[in-house]
């Protein structure tokens, strides 16, 4: 265990990290889940990283079910496509 590392709850700050995608997704069991967040609540160093990284993890969310933006070239040719097409 690095010297700067707590063990709170059962769980030692890096399996704590080691977990914490899988808990942001909701991939852990009950149990694991509950052990995180009892070490979460008495550990502040992994309080603060855990809120960076689910945020992280939210705004990466984001920007990727966002649509890709439609160059307006592309746009202008449709619309030329569309205009002249017989019905």
Known sequence: MRPDEREVAGLTCA?????????AEGDVP???????E????????????????TALLAGMRRELAAPDPVDDEVVARLRRVVAT???
């Open 15 to 23: 399996q704590v990290m080691a977990a914490l995608s899988d808990y």
């Open 30 to 36: 009950a149990d694991l889940r509950a052990r995180v």
């Open 38 to 53: 009892a070490h979460v609540a008495g550990c502040r160093q992994c309080e603060q990283f855990g809120a960076g990284f």
């Open 85 to 87: 097409s017989p019905l």
